[in-house]
């Protein structure tokens, strides 16, 4: 007889401990048990782990420390152990590229959750891989869950503060990095327009500073919080809502972002030299960032601040709607 998903063990493979331990939560939630759930920091612990216990199912990131989720399905699947080698196994990531779908497929997968995704899009896909039977693929179309991905930014002209044109795709790049770093927390985040962003309000502010020295580009990356939307946040990893903790929460979500914007600036040099120094001359060819995170800050703003001070007037503004408000991202550039 076939044992019922709710009596489930399940290994979590994550490299963000936040998201393990979200994932992990939600099975709970769905009635999995505690006890059953078993965590991975990366695919090389993941792998060990396997060979210690049984499990019925396994989750992974796609991207890993020392072992990522397609080499760990790889591995298991390869494995001289049948019990080892026939257990389900789940993709969970925010690529859902044709590329991704064909690698875990060929590799034998049984399926692949996109985040952010609800509690009822991981109910629904555990239901299906339970009803698999001899192989089979999950995956849950747009129609199907109650969490369709976010779409990109509003196209528009880049024009910064005062009228400044910011480089090209510059908005870009930092809206796509914070879509996919709130979907990391599942935060349904849809972006609006710089162009509209009004007046920035809210009562949590974090804010980072990436900076290339040699080059002598700045920039600081801020986020304006509601408060609702922060504490939400933290309640859902951990339960009791600690304010103090709260900023803790989402200095790490900046930090993550402005870790994702870092490659994706590649070739985006002399656009944002001249941006900030229009009278100086252009870089040397073959100039490349070489840029480095500082430490995220994050306080709660008083009553009388709750515009926020994001160290000057920024080059652009973008706020996202969130289902506990409204968030604004936004970018400073400056002298290194």
């Known amino acids: 007889m076939e044992k019922s998903v709710e009596d489930w063990k399940v290994l979590v493979a994550d490299n963000s401990a936040v998201m393990g331990r979200l ?81 875990i497929l060929s590799a034998g997968a049984n399926g692949l959750l996109t985040k952010p995704f609800h509690p009822e899009d991981l109910q629904e896909t555990l239901n299906r891989l339970g009803e698999l039977t001899n192989g089979g693929f999950v995956c849950l179309n747009d129609n199907e869950r109650q969490a369709a991905k976010s779409g990109g930014a509003e196209e528009a002209d880049d024009a910064g503060a ?44 974090s804010s980072i500073e990436i900076t290339d020295e040699k080059l002598g580009i700045g920039m600081t990356l801020s986020l ?26 989402v200095g790490e979500l900046n930090n993550i972002i402005a870790g994702a914007v870092k490659p994706m600036l590649a070739g985006m040099e002399t656009a944002c030299h001249q941006f900030l120094f229009p009278d100086k001359e252009p870089l040397a060819p073959g100039a490349e960032f070489r840029l480095q995170l500082g430490f995220p800050e994050c306080r709660w703003l008083s009553a009388g601040d709750k515009s926020g001070e994001t160290g000057g007037e920024a080059d652009f503004t973008v706020p996202f709607e969130l289902d506990q408000g409204r968030l604004y991202l936004s970018l400073k550039l400056h002298p290194a």
């Open 224 to 249: 304006l919080f509601p408060k609702q939307a922060a504490c939400t946040i933290y309640e859902t990893l951990f339960g009791e809502v600690d304010t103090e903790m709260v900023c803790g929460i």
């Open 23 to 103: 994932i992990k939560k939600y099975l709970v939630d769905l009635g999995l048990k505690g006890e059953n759930i078993t965590l991975a920091g990366d695919g090389n612990q993941a792998s060990m782990i396997t060979e210690l216990m049984p499990f019925d199912l396994v989750t992974a990131g796609r991207h890993m420390k020392n072992k990522d989720g397609l080499e760990l399905l790889q591995d298991i699947r390869s494995h001289n152990k049948e019990q080892i080698r026939g257990v389900k196994y789940l993709m969970i990531s925010a690529d859902g590229s044709p590329q991704l779908m064909a690698d």
């Open 162 to 205: 005062g009228g400044q044109v910011v480089p090209e795709g510059l908005v870009r790049v930092f809206v796509k990095c914070a879509v996919e770093g709130l979907g990391q927390y599942m935060v349904m985040a849809t972006p609006g327009s710089h162009k509209d962003a009004g007046e920035p309000v809210g009562d949590l502010l």
